[in-house]
């Protein structure tokens, strides 16, 4: 009686509540297994006309294939519809193919439905393949571990109606992500476009009714004021129980400019007996150590530690000053890829020079249209992450 209750699901279809527990089983009892054989390296190709090459979880995103090698020798096939699970580091991600393929040994297929599908997602999540590499020096899980696997199964109808609420709930999930992609697209082009590139003087792209060369600055002449950081002693209670909120790096969303999420807050004896600083609400804080380039504008007054310059009382439009000063930071960091910075010093900071429209109304038009972009990115990013988290809920409740 406790197997049989243990074999029901949280959550079930209306119809199926009263019916039979799910019949524990073996995964290779269910469906058709298939490990992976590696063509020989010297057949790789990047010719689209040849055969599919999959090898691992580098040729899976989102739950499907993503062609990326090819090959002329054959050696394990697969078929449109199939599934391919990851039996290497990383063990247990899988997808869906819409190609015939050849399969290196790296992934196994599967000839599952839906129900599987879904099945394998949950077993990843839920870390199942871990117990096999536990320990190990190198993760992988063999043909035997795959086929042992257990699993729990309902009807074949049941198990069609479950496929067919995840697979809904994928395309959704699809949807808002190609919207999401596309607006982050959308303004990648736009940062590219609507600031001078390096060594010019107008931007390619422009409003209707602006025009004439930019003006170059420095950052230090952008602002009024400059403030830095401290942290307060951590072993005098008195200092973190007030209401001033004090912000670390971590509190500042990597890649926009309009998140902050204070998580810890000190009084004011806190800032005076320390190096933290009294800072004014609407300033630009900008990471300068952990976290190098990372920035926001602050609505409220707040101190920061002393991983952050600020800079206060702007002289021009401040939604301008924190995309001049994001695309800025974003171009330095690029053109040292594969390097490690450190850090910034304020006085190095404060030296860099910036393109500025003498006219405010341009500037002001150009840093409502980039918080505009990135309000509707931050709503998408929400209705994408809110599906995730329901997909996750039912593959927790719809499963045993």
């Not at 449109?80 to 990383?90: E, M, N, Q, T």
């Not at 707040?302 to 021009?316: A, E, P």
Request: net charge positive; proline share 4%.
């Amino acid at each position: 009686m406790i197997e049989e209750q243990r074999n029901v699901p949280i959550r079930r279809f209306k119809e199926f509540q009263n019916a039979d527990p799910w019949e524990q089983r073996k995964l290779g009892e269910e469906v058709l297994i298939t490990m992976g054989q590696s063509p020989n390296s010297k057949n790789y190709t990047d010719n689209p006309r040849d055969h599919i090459l999959v090898q691992g979880n580098a040729d899976m995103k989102e739950g499907r294939v993503v062609p990326r090698v090819w090959t002329t020798q054959v050696t394990k096939q697969v078929e449109k519809g199939d599934l391919i699970l990851s039996v290497r580091a990383p063990v247990g991600d899988v997808g869906k193919t819409d190609y015939s393929a050849v399969i290196g040994r790296g992934v196994a297929s599967i000839k599952g439905n839906d129900f599987i599908y879904q099945q394998l997602i949950k077993m990843k999540s839920t870390g199942y393949w871990s117990r096999y590499s536990t320990g190990s020096t190198f993760e992988s899980i063999n043909s035997s571990e795959i086929k042992q696997a257990d699993i729990c199964v309902p009807s074949e109808l049941e198990q069609q109606k479950i496929g067919d609420l995840f697979t809904h709930l994928d395309h959704l999930i699809t949807l808002h992500q190609r919207k999401l992609d596309k607006l982050k697209n959308l303004k990648s082009a736009y940062l590219s476009e609507m600031f001078p590139a390096e060594g010019e003087r107008e931007p390619k792209r422009r409003f209707p009714g602006f025009t004439g060369p930019w003006e170059q600055r420095k950052a230090s002449e952008i602002s009024e004021n400059t403030f830095g950081g401290g942290t307060p002693k951590t072993s005098t209670k008195d200092f973190w129980n007030g209401n001033i909120p004090w912000i670390q790096s971590k509190d500042v969303v990597e890649g926009s400019v309009l998140n902050v999420h204070p998580q810890k807050y000190i009084s004011k004896s806190a800032v005076k007996k320390s190096a933290t600083k009294l800072i004014p609400a609407n300033s630009i804080a900008i990471v300068t150590r952990v976290g190098v380039g990372k920035l926001a504008i602050v609505p409220f007054e707040y101190t920061t530690s002393q991983d952050f310059l600020s800079l206060s009382n702007l002289k021009v439009n401040r939604l301008f000053a924190v995309y001049i000063l994001y695309k800025k930071l974003q171009r330095d960091s690029n053109a040292v890829q594969g390097t490690s910075i450190k850090g910034i010093t304020k006085k190095e900071f404060l030296e860099k020079k910036l393109m500025v429209p003498n006219n405010l109304e341009e500037q002001e038009k150009i840093g409502k249209l980039f918080s505009n972009l990135d309000h509707l990115i931050t709503l998408h990013q929400r209705k994408l992450d809110k599906l995730k988290n329901l997909k996750q809920a039912y593959l927790n409740e719809m499963f045993v």
